[in-house]
């Protein structure tokens, strides 16, 4: 079951960067929906670039 403490810190992170922050609802009322999901999007890319790298890097022949 996914709950909010299950997603608060990842959320937080993506959002503003940081693993502590003011109040996370506080945060999100503040940026507002837009940005908020920009922030959340611009996070999305950058793991899937980051689990992306890894394959080829995985792949690599020198790779131990």
């Not at 693993?19 to 890319?45: C, M, Q, Y």
Request: aromatic share 4%.
């Amino acid at each position: 079951q996914i709950t909010f403490q299950t997603v608060a810190r990842p959320l937080r992170l993506a959002i503003i960067g940081r693993k502590s922050s003011p109040s996370i609802a506080l945060v999100l009322a503040i940026l507002g929906r837009k940005e908020t999901l920009n922030r959340i999007s611009d996070a999305l890319k950058i793991l899937k670039e980051i689990n992306f790298q890894e394959r080829v890097f995985a792949l690599a022949p020198n790779h131990k």
